[in-house]
T-cell receptor, first 116, second 113 residues
Framework: GAGVSQSPSNKVTEKGKDVELRCDPISGHTALYWYRQSLGQGLEFLIYFQGNSAPDKSGLPSDRFSAERTGGSVSTLTIQRTQQEDSAVYLC??????????????FGQGTRLTVV | QQQVKQSPQSLIVQKGGISIINCAYENTAFDYFPWYQQFPGKGPALLIAIRPDVSEKKEGRFTISFNKSAKQFSLHIMDSQPGDSATYFCAASSGSGYSTLTFGKGTMLLVSP
């Protein structure tokens, strides 16, 4: 696609439910990143994929959070047993990384998650 | 430990004025310093970026000033316009083969007409 696409745009879920957030990166981009944006807290790194593997999961806040990427393209971020503190905007970004070359990261519009 | 500190949190500038946002970093391995602009309901978009081999980079009305010894960099918006009203994030990353960014907490800029 022309840009990074995320779905859904908004998600309201009940505390304790599981949610899945989807990211379609720019075609051909090898690297994919998930960030979380909370009010007044900037953007917090969650996980990075290169192809289908995740060499850096250091930002995942707990074992309730997991992510996968299939076919070197679409990625899904799953939050199990959601808590109110999980409410935030979840942003996905992609970039091309090949050898010494890394392009800028392009962001999607985000998924606003509200846990009630 | 916050690795990129951004100030101010919010800024009001009159149309035509200069907007200045400052960032400081701690990790000397950082070698890429972008600024992102974010409008409400949208994802951040790259505005301008600099690497530490230069002290200044200018693109139109936007200028990054970089001070390697002080580990500080700033964004200057000249002739600020109401359309520049947005949240601005500084960020930093190191050249380890991928570009996971460490972001500042953001500055909400309002340019009054």
């Amino acid at each position: 696609g022309a840009g990074v696409s995320q779905s859904p745009s908004n998600k309201v879920t009940e505390k304790g439910k599981d949610v899945e957030l989807r990211c379609d990166p720019i075609s051909g981009h090898t690297a994919l990143y998930w960030y979380r944006q909370s009010l007044g807290q900037g953007l917090e790194f969650l996980i990075y994929f290169q192809g289908n593997s995740a060499p850096d999961k250091s930002g995942l806040p707990s074992d309730r959070f997991s992510a996968e990427r299939t076919g070197g393209s679409v990625s899904t971020l799953t939050i199990q047993r959601t808590q109110q503190e999980d409410s935030a905007v979840y942003l996905c970004a992609s970039s091309f990384t090949g050898g010494p070359i890394t392009t800028e990261a392009f962001f999607g519009q985000g998924t606003r998650l509200t846990v009630v | 430990q916050q690795q990129v500190k951004q100030s101010p949190q919010s800024l009001i500038v009159q149309k035509g004025g200069i907007s200045i946002i400052n960032c400081a970093y701690e990790n000397t391995a950082f070698d890429y310093f972008p600024w992102y602009q974010q409008f409400p309901g949208k994802g951040p978009a790259l505005l301008i970026a600099i690497r530490p081999d230069v002290s200044e980079k200018k693109e139109g009305r936007f200028t990054i000033s970089f001070n390697k010894s002080a580990k500080q960099f700033s964004l200057h918006i000249m002739d600020s316009q109401p359309g520049d009203s947005a949240t601005y994030f500084c960020a930093a990353s190191s050249g380890s083969g991928y570009s996971t960014l460490t972001f500042g907490k953001g500055t909400m800029l309002l340019v009054s007409p």
